[in-house]
């Protein structure tokens, strides 16, 4: 990410997410990739690293470490109108995780703190939230566990008095109501089952009870606009 010429980034997936768990003062999971948004841009961001880095473009390796990028851009209402909730969460909720992402510091061994943007809780929220509910086959067999315990610890550790809510009720492109919905059909339909596959991917034990009642509350909130 302190590559020069790089085009303006954003640090989402599983790194961003420990980097928000930890910050509350919770330990979490490893990861073994790195997930960025982007802006399209002239030459991409995936070429400027891949160049930069001696790796293919289309399967971004640095250092051994897999590198995935999506090119956002400005979206308007009648850009997402008539689009399925698949695409239409996939861009509303990056585009938002992108523009709403905060300046943070992050510490690796053997190097110089570097300044980075990272998604917000509510940001990494909508993107998880595409990954739970709309998975590939390959993902959903070797990362629907972790997708699924990502979104559970932020909605159990940020959600307080509804404020990971909120934001979301206010994002553009109706993905509030999109979230909702898949909370509710991948893990309150069955929330032993839920809980029982973040059990695999946690390094702490998980309740089913804290799963659902955490879940439940959350789409509750996420519902207030459309009761009162």
Known sequence: MATPGLADVALIGGLAVTMRISAAGVGHRATIDIDLVTVKSDPE????????????????????????????????????????????LFLAGHRWAFERAEPSRITTYG????????????????????????PTPLRRATKLASDLLDFFRLVDLYDRQGALADELRAAPGGIARIVADVARREILANPTAAANK???????????????????????????????
């Open 45 to 88: 961001a995936a070429e400027i690293l891949a160049d930069a880095h001696n790796s293919a473009s289309q399967h971004l390796l640095i250092d051994d470490i897999k590198v995935d990028l999506i090119p956002t851009f400005p979206l308007t209402d009648p850009d997402l109108e008539g689009l399925e909730d698949k695409d239409r």
């Open 111 to 134: 190097a110089e703190p570097l300044a980075i943007k990272v998604a917000t809780p509510a940001g990494l929220v909508a993107t998880k939230s595409h990954a739970i509910g709309y």
């Open 198 to 228: 973040m059990a695999s991917a946690s390094p702490t034990p998980i309740d089913v009870d804290d799963v659902a009642s955490a879940t439940e509350a959350f789409v509750d909130e996420l519902h207030l606009d459309t009761i009162t």
